[in-house]
């Protein structure tokens, strides 16, 4: 029965994390991705803070954490998750969940620049080298009528302040004593602060409301945001980060298969290989270390996916 409620919310998160895009995409049809972002966050922030209050826990006092969450929320939530909502308007929902798996390769780059402690093994040099041929054979920059565009940009650009992001957590923001839930919704009311001051850049831009884009974002907002983040910690506590490592293997998957069924989106072999590729060489810097106790670069995630958690943010088996 255990095992079964594992798979379930693995499950779970998987379909989560990995549809965001696809509820990006949607809702970019009547929001401007400043708009689409800023309700993203605020729902999320809602649901967290509605949990921290059911769980009796309190949201940090101390200025110097809160200093760190300013920076976390900056490279973790409002400038990525504007640099996806811009890149998806002119790139496939499905391509956009590709790259976004890219996130641990470029941790393995910003983890030596901020004195992290974890060895770049052979494996790991190894990985960053497929991850890149990977990338490659998707975008093809070489060929004019390539997928690369400056969406595709924005959206690497989006997983490399994931990448900084995670390290900075990891090392500032681990251990604090502070629940992850209250750390998550703190770090999501300074994100909404962040994102106040983009307004003049298409928030006031017109809406066209209707049925499925207003849907979309509010599902963004409270189960992909919100919820995950929740049951990321669920899981995390229960099995451990393990077992929470296996969602970031599925959420490309995810992406690429509700793109190509319901977005009609571009599914070629190319692609498939590109993503295939990508994740062998996640895969690569996931092989573990000898070494105990140290933060690797190796501990990097979807960006939902590790939060500021400091049980992850500190080993080398989450994804």
Same mark, same amino acid.
């Given at each position: 029965m255990g095992e079964t409620k594992t798979l379930l919310r693995?499950?779970?998160?998987?379909?989560?994390?990995?549809s965001s895009f696809f509820w990006i995409k949607?809702?970019?049809?009547?929001?401007?991705?400043?708009?689409?972002?800023?309700?993203?966050?605020?729902?999320?922030?809602?649901?967290? +803070?509605?949990?921290?209050?059911?769980?009796?826990?309190?949201?940090?006092?101390?200025?110097?954490?809160?200093?760190?969450?300013?920076?976390?929320?900056?490279?973790?939530?409002?400038?990525?998750?504007?640099?996806?909502?811009? !890149? *998806?308007?002119?790139?496939?929902?499905?391509?956009?969940?590709?790259?976004?798996?890219?996130?641990p390769l470029w941790v393995l780059v910003v983890a030596p620049l901020m004195g992290a402690t974890g060895r770049m093994t052979g494996a790991r040099v190894a990985g960053l080298v497929i991850g890149l041929a990977g990338i490659l054979l998707i975008f093809e920059p070489w060929h004019a009528s390539g997928l690369l565009s400056w969406g595709a940009l924005a959206c690497l650009a989006a997983a490399a302040s994931y990448g900084f992001a995670f390290v900075y957590e990891g090392r500032y923001l681990s251990g604090t004593g502070v629940s992850p839930v209250a750390l998550s919704g703190g770090?999501? +009311?300074?994100?909404?602060?962040?994102? +106040?001051?983009?307004?003049?850049?298409?928030?006031?831009?017109p809406v066209h409301l209707s049925?499925?884009?207003?849907? @979309?974002?509010?599902?963004?907002?409270?189960?992909?945001?919100?919820?995950?983040? @929740?049951?990321?910690?669920?899981?995390?506590?229960? *099995?451990?980060?393990?077992?929470?490592?296996?969602? !970031?293997?599925?959420?490309?998957?995810?992406?690429?298969?509700?793109?190509?069924?319901?977005?009609? *989106?571009?599914?070629?072999?190319?692609?498939?290989?590109?993503?295939?590729v990508v994740l062998a060489g996640v895969a690569l810097t996931r092989l573990p270390q000898r070494e105990r106790g140290t933060f690797t670069a190796a501990t990097a995630a979807e960006p939902e996916q590790r939060s500021l958690d400091p049980a992850v943010a500190t080993k080398g088996d989450h994804d």
């Open positions: 693995i499950g779970a998160l998987a379909l989560m994390w990995g949607l809702g970019l049809d009547a929001f401007s991705p400043v708009q689409l972002v800023l309700a993203r966050l605020v729902f999320g922030a809602a649901v967290l +803070l509605l949990i921290c209050k059911l769980q009796r826990d309190r949201l940090p006092s101390d200025r110097k954490i809160w200093l760190h969450l300013t920076v976390a929320a900056f490279f973790h939530n409002a400038l990525p998750f504007l640099l996806f909502a811009v !890149g *998806e308007t002119t790139v496939d929902s499905g391509i956009t969940g590709v790259l976004n798996s890219t996130t770090q999501m +009311l300074v994100a909404i602060g962040f994102v +106040l001051f983009a307004l003049p850049f298409g928030g006031f831009a049925t499925g884009p207003v849907l @979309a974002v509010v599902v963004l907002g409270i189960g992909s945001t919100g919820i995950a983040f @929740a049951l990321n910690y669920q899981l995390l506590a229960s *099995e451990g980060a393990v077992a929470a490592s296996v969602v !970031g293997y599925l959420l490309p998957v995810v992406s690429v298969l509700l793109g190509a069924l319901f977005l009609h *989106e571009q599914l070629n072999p190319q692609v498939i290989a590109g993503m295939v």
